[in-house]
């Protein structure tokens, strides 16, 4: 099978397949493709892999009319080429075939299909959960002498109890620099701060779908907001940007120079490759107003191109990489997390993670999720937050600050796009 | 008879040489002539009326009349911004650029030995890619372990959290940008300063002038011209500016708005918010900015040409 960096011509009648992925994660890709061709092999497929920027790429294809037939969606962008027409509504497909679709409903997560349905189409199926959690160093922690964190979703840990484990797990030498830090985020630094917020106990919009108002301006969940800037600049237990400009989040902790480190599943290859490094995951901590441990939903899943003139391969397609089987090869893979019940739980997939002692954290993860907001303008909101997010996080404006600021600016995008 | 009918010949042997030569002409100048056409005349037109338009490149475009430069100008408070820091950076790179420029071009017109060495060292920058020499830069701005600040340090200068910090990210971007064009301008002035006549020197050196006065008041005013297409090319650049400010300081002008720029504003209205008649518009007022300043400038060196003419006559 192989693996075409950019291009989509027309010069066979292969299935197109368009995704991101870093060249891990492209393996495991290959391997799903490779185990539907073995079941389908009068239905051949050319994968395409994006750019660094996948929905500009995909713009792209699409509008110089070569939309690949199958594109990856995300969590935070499909809206947009939803509300563009760009993506076939799944519905009329899903309605013709009743025996999958109640296999599907049978074995989803609710929050995670619904996270693809849009103004009352389903644009995706998902295929992955990528949502946070934390990494920790056992070694550092047994070193210092601080207990382990909890292992499950049910069991939270509050924001002080966090605070406190990375307070003591931050080391410094005799000139006063850090070289052992308690918390590091691998993640984007304003989206991880809006988890804190959520996890704080105030999801970031309601209602999550086509919101036309944003929790920023919500006390509660800007007190979550401004806990995660201080972890940095009042109680330096994390790095400030300046600071991981010479050595990024994940090599710090790679190396062994942070204890805990947040970010998704899309880290725990990297982390498991590390010399030396011997680590386990652990839940987000909880505010204290929040009711329950939380982590962000981050999925991709797999749509069809409205404009595709292989609608019926590329159904078959979605429903070998979303159905059991295909979500079993994922699940072996050890690269994603699978979003199925049954793949989630299956032994395949604890044995590719048996290094991973708090498994279930990882197989409780997707229930114990939160959405992002699903709208068409997210590309302005993003950039929006990049911008107001800056001094908050760099400590020169209080967390405060973004319910006259960014609240507004929010607001009136979601009002006239 | 004979005379008068082989005059006529001749013409028309003539006329029809002088139309195959101005056929021919016209191949030798058709595919060029049809590039031009194709990726440029075409695509100015298409953004001209892309500007009038409402177009998100998937739905099709519908027409909006002014609403775009309306909105520009008085709906979005981002405009200004990005305005101001091109204002901001044009400035913080051409001035620099030109007095940095003149002076490097006169130490290196000099006629001493291994002259060509220095010439190819300053000349390098050129030769390298934008993107590749914003890469290098970062590691040179680099907070704690950056060459800049090991440097600044050496000084007693503590740390300058330089592409962080929004107050110290865009004299960073300046510094970069007069770092790439300072070589250029130098090619361009020191061909200049070649083509002074030796002779003007020696009688200044006979009336007793220094090197700084025959400097400033032979070299300089004899380069004009070249400083003004200097002037020209370096406000166009920079007024343009986009490969190095995404590389150095990211896709969004950060951090916060420190260096969001109109080409950086222009991209992300185009490819992140897929808005191509608001880019265009954004495209054709930059243009329009441009070809002002341009003509402001072209006739004020112009104006100045002719004084000094007058006054030498």
């Known amino acids: 099978m192989s693996l075409w960096p950019t291009g989509c011509s027309s010069d066979d009648d292969a299935l197109t397949f368009f995704f991101a992925a870093n060249p891990e994660e492209a393996d495991a890709r290959l391997r799903v493709v490779d185990a539907f061709a073995r079941r389908h092999p009068d239905i051949k497929v050319r994968t395409l892999l994006s750019g660094p920027d996948a929905l500009q790429h995909m713009s792209i294809y699409c509008a110089g009319g070569k939309c690949p037939d199958v594109l990856m969606a995300w969590d935070l962008t499909y809206a947009g080429l939803a509300d563009r027409g760009v993506l076939l509504d799944l519905n009329t497909l899903l309605g013709q075939d009743k025996a999958f679709a109640a296999e599907l409903k049978a074995d989803s997560i609710r929050s995670l299909y619904e996270t693809f349905t849009f103004d009352g189409g389903q644009y995706a199926f998902p295929e992955q959960w990528s949502g946070n959690y934390l990494y920790y160093n056992k070694k550092l922690f047994a070193e210092a002498g601080v207990r382990p964190p909890p292992g499950r979703w049910e069991k939270p840990w509050s924001f002080g109890e966090f605070l406190d484990t990375a307070k003591a797990l931050t080391k410094r030498d005799r000139s006063g620099r850090v070289s052992q830090w308690g918390y590091v985020d691998t993640w984007a630094a304003s989206y991880s701060a809006g988890l804190f917020g959520v996890n704080n106990g105030v999801p970031w919009s309601t209602p999550r779908m086509n919101p036309t108002h944003l929790n920023f301006d919500n006390d509660v969940f800007i007190e979550g907001i401004q806990f995660y800037a201080d972890l940095a600049n009042t109680h330096k237990v994390a790095p400030t940007a300046s600071e991981t400009q010479s050595m990024s989040t994940m090599d710090l902790f790679s190396a062994g120079h942070a204890a805990m480190a947040q970010g998704g599943h899309w880290r725990y290859q990297t982390f498991d490759r590390a010399k030396g490094l011997d680590f386990d995951i652990t839940v987000l901590p909880t505010g204290p107003k929040g009711h329950a441990a939380r982590s962000n939903i981050g999925t991709t899943g797999l749509a069809i191109a409205a404009s595709s003139r292989r609608k019926q391969q590329a159904w078959e397609f979605v429903k070998f990489a979303t159905g059991p089987i295909g979500q079993e090869v994922i699940a072996e893979s050890g690269l994603f997390v699978p979003v199925l019940r049954s793949a989630i739980e299956s032994a395949g997939f604890a044995e590719a993670h048996r290094r991973i002692g708090n498994l279930a954290v990882l197989t409780g993860g997707p229930a114990h999720s939160e959405g992002m907001p699903v709208t068409p303008e997210w590309p302005k909101i993003g950039s929006l937050m990049d911008r107001n997010f800056g001094p908050v996080l760099r400590g020169a404006r209080p967390a405060t600050s973004l319910a006259s600021g960014l609240s507004h600016a929010v607001d009136e995008v979601l009002h006239s796009p | ?313």
């Not at chain 2, 008879?1 to 010949?9: F, H, K, V």
């Not at chain 2, 590389?247 to 950086?264: C, F, K, S, W």
């Not at chain 2, 341009?294 to 007058?310: D, G, K, P, W, Y």
């Open chain 2, 1 to 313: 008879m004979t005379t008068i009918d082989g005059l006529a010949a001749a013409v028309t042997r003539r006329r029809k040489f002088s139309k195959r030569r101005a056929r021919a002409g016209r191949m030798f100048v058709a595919p060029n002539l049809a590039a031009v056409a194709v990726f440029m005349v075409f695509p100015l037109g298409f953004s001209l009326y892309m500007s009038f338009q409402n177009w998100d490149l998937f739905r099709p475009a519908k027409f909006v009349g002014l609403a775009n430069y309306r909105s520009l100008f008085t709906g979005d408070p981002l405009f200004s911004i990005a305005l101001r820091n091109s204002v901001v950076y044009t400035v913080g790179t051409v001035v620099p650029t030109v007095l940095i420029s003149l002076a490097v071009a006169g130490v290196l017109n000099r006629k001493i030995k291994g002259i060509n060495f220095f010439r190819t060292i300053v000349f390098l920058p050129l030769a390298v890619s934008s993107v590749v020499m914003a890469v290098v830069w970062q590691f040179v701005f680099n907070t704690n372990n950056g060459l800049l600040n090991i440097m600044l340090g050496w000084i007693g200068i503590g740390p300058i959290p330089w592409l962080v910090d929004p107050k110290w990210a865009m004299a960073s971007l300046c510094m970069v940008s007069i770092w790439r064009s300072v070589p250029f301008a130098t090619v361009i002035l020191l061909a200049a300063m070649q083509g002074v006549p030796d002779t003007l020197y020696e009688a200044a050196r006979l009336d007793g002038a220094g090197e700084l006065r025959q400097f400033v008041s032979i070299t300089v005013p004899l380069i004009r011209a070249a400083v003004s297409f200097v002037v020209v090319i370096s406000i166009i650049h920079a007024f343009q500016a986009f490969d190095l400010v995404y590389v150095l300081t990211g896709r969004n002008g950060g951090p916060e708005t420190a260096t969001y720029v109109l080409g950086i504003m222009l991209f992300q209205h185009a490819f992140a918010f897929l808005e191509f008649g608001y880019a265009s518009a954004l495209a054709w007022v930059m243009f329009a900015i441009l070809l002002v300043l341009t003509v402001v400038q072209l006739r004020l060196a112009r104006r100045r040409t002719a004084q000094e003419e007058r006054s030498w006559a």
